[in-house]
Nanobody, 125 residues
Framework: QVHLVQSGGGSVQAGGSLRLSCAVS????????MGWFRQAPGKERERVAT????????YYADSVKGRFTISQDNAKNTVYLQMNSLAPEDTAVYYC??????????????????WGQGTQVTVSS
């Protein structure tokens, strides 16, 4: 059974930084996509960043390009989201997600069958 356990997050002032971690267990697929999504109150879940486990190809939403970095440690089965220059509009619950065996990362949340528990990120102005 696949489990994704998130850590990190919290509250920070605008311009600050936070790092999220997502540890994956019970996973046997070598080729998978890991992603970070976020959901603000009253809004749809939004894709933030994704990374392919094999090759490391990444995707970033335009709103976070140049500020957020997704990375992975395959030896630890952990994916990270380093968030710099945070702004109040980054406030949301952040979720990590994983696919099964894929060659390309899906764009929609429905393409990710495995999800972490979510963690709140609050950025104050």
């Amino acid at each position: 059974q696949v489990h994704l356990v998130q850590s990190g997050g919290g509250s920070v002032q605008a311009g600050g930084s936070l790092r999220l971690s997502c540890a994956v267990s019970g996973y046997t697929y070598r080729n998978k996509c890991m992603g970070w999504f976020r959901q603000a109150p009253g809004k749809e879940r939004e894709r933030v960043a994704t990374i392919l486990s094999f090759g490391g190809s990444t995707y970033y939403a335009d709103s976070v390009k140049g500020r957020f970095t997704i990375s992975q440690d395959n030896a630890k089965n952990t994916v990270y989201l380093q968030m710099n220059s945070l702004a109040p509009e980054d406030t949301a619950v952040y979720y990590c997600a994983a696919t099964g065996w894929v060659n390309v990362c899906p764009s929609a949340p429905s393409g990710f069958p495995y999800w972490g528990q979510g963690t709140q990120v609050t950025v104050s102005s």
